[in-house]
């Protein structure tokens, strides 16, 4: 088996990259997925609750996470409070995930090195691109400049993450270019994860 983490700038393309590696036959773990889901626990949101407000969680989950956001990306203390709350946990759940999976296996995990580098992780790819670009992609998101700085204040910096990752993918160009390569990319990882069997 062979794991690839997927992280990068906000916007940057990393679910156009995991929507191509899947049709080459990845196996696509969504991290943001696995920590939203960590919210249903009943323990999860005691803690919360006891925190924010015994109504906190009142109202479809659309506008729950639309408080749980406006709360992370604007207090440090509420940032440090949901990762210590979530992370750890949403780790294992990644961990057993990968642990029965086979082939190659990606997973897309935008907070990869703010939580900790597992040692199960063979390679980093890390998606970058443009201000420009990432405000023109966030746009049907109703994500302004301003809100991507928000969202992106509270991680590591990216000169950091990027040094610390084994792949830089830049996409600053269109779609098709961008499919174009994730395809090569996707090719390299396939033979990677060939000859690990061989």
């Known amino acids: ?9 906000v916007g940057a393309g990393k679910s156009t990259l995991s ?45 729950v996470f639309a408080k749980i956001a406006a709360k992370i990306f604007s207090e440090e203390e509420e940032y440090e409070f949901v990762s210590d709350l979530l992370h750890p946990a ?26 900790g580098r597992p040692e199960w992780m063979d390679f980093v790819v890390f998606v970058s691109a443009s201000a420009e670009k990432r405000v ?19 991680l590591m910096p990216r000169d950091e993450k990027i040094r610390k990752s084994d792949w830089v993918l830049e996409n600053s160009g269109s779609k098709e270019e961008w499919e174009t390569k994730a395809r090569e990319l996707g090719k390299i990882f396939l033979e990677k994860e060939r000859s690990s069997r061989s």
Request: aromatic share 10%.
């Open 1 to 9: 088996m062979l794991t690839v983490g997927l992280t990068g700038d």
């Open 19 to 63: 929507r191509v590696w899947e049709e080459m036959g990845a196996t696509i773990i969504d991290a943001d997925r696995v920590a939203r889901d960590m919210w249903i626990f009943p323990d999860v949101q005691k803690k919360a609750a006891e925190r924010w407000g015994s109504d906190f969680f009142e109202g479809d989950q659309k506008s």
């Open 90 to 115: 949403t780790i294992a759940a990644i961990e057993d995930i990968v642990r029965n999976a086979e082939g190659w296996v990606v997973v897309e995990i935008p907070l990869l090195f703010e939580c």
């Open 136 to 154: 023109e992609r966030n746009a049907l998101r109703g994500w302004d400049a301003a809100e991507i700085k928000r969202r992106e204040s509270r």
